[in-house]
């Protein structure tokens, strides 16, 4: 649990490096948002390394908590989206840290945060989009759609219409793909 003397840091990290990144984490711009001074920042966590593992850990707990409240989305995709649109911020500190994976506990947090995000959808992902669920295929699927994803989301693109598209084009996908293996082995 977060301590209260420390939440209005951790909060304003994590708004910042959900937009920016780890380069947006700079003491002097926290101290500023939070209204304290920078000594402030190095009582409560002593260094911007620290300060790091504090906001990951925050993560996790976030994403923990964006599983639990999926579950009651029953297989409604309208609601699933509902849910990723409340979580939005969560969504954008996965996509930093995906894009800064060369950073090694940047790399395991994302891990950790994937592995949780996809157990918690993948019944529903594949009753959505009609997959075998036996084979791998919902997984390394769900895999490259989520890189994708994070590839396309913007702060001005993120709505409950964008993403209904967006798994509009994912049906199509695999309708298409099925389609075209179908014709294939037709033709063998």
């Known amino acids: 649990k977060m301590n209260t003397l420390q939440q209005p840091w951790i ?3 994590y708004e910042l490096f959900s937009k920016e990144g780890p380069h947006g984490l700079k003491i002097e711009v926290l101290a500023r948002k939070v209204k304290k001074n920078k ?4 009582y409560h966590f002593s260094d911007l390394e620290n300060f790091t593992s504090v906001l990951l850990k925050y993560h996790l707990e976030r994403i923990e908590l964006l599983v639990e409240t999926s579950k009651a989305c029953k297989d409604s995709t309208h609601e699933w989206l ?3 649109l409340n979580f939005k911020r969560e969504l ?14 940047f790399s395991l947090c994302f891990s950790k ?10 019944d529903m ?8 669920k036996q084979s791998n295929t919902p997984k ?5 759609i989520t890189e994708n994803f994070y590839l396309r989301i913007t702060e001005d693109t993120f709505t409950i219409e964008w993403l209904a598209q967006y798994t509009k084009e994912i049906q199509q996908v695999l309708i298409s793909l099925q389609r075209d293996l179908s014709h294939d082995s037709i033709k063998r």
Do not use: K
Not at 39 to 42: D, N
Not at 93 to 105: A, E, P, T
């Open 11 to 13: 909060l304003i990290g």
């Open 39 to 42: 000594s402030s920042f190095y």
């Open 82 to 84: 509902v849910v990723l």
């Open 92 to 105: 954008f500190f996965n996509r930093q840290l995906r894009i800064n994976r060369s950073n090694s506990s």
């Open 113 to 122: 945060a994937s592995e949780l995000l996809s157990t918690a959808i993948m």
């Open 125 to 132: 992902w594949i009753n959505t989009l009609h997959l075998y």
């Open 140 to 144: 390394l699927l769900l895999t490259l």
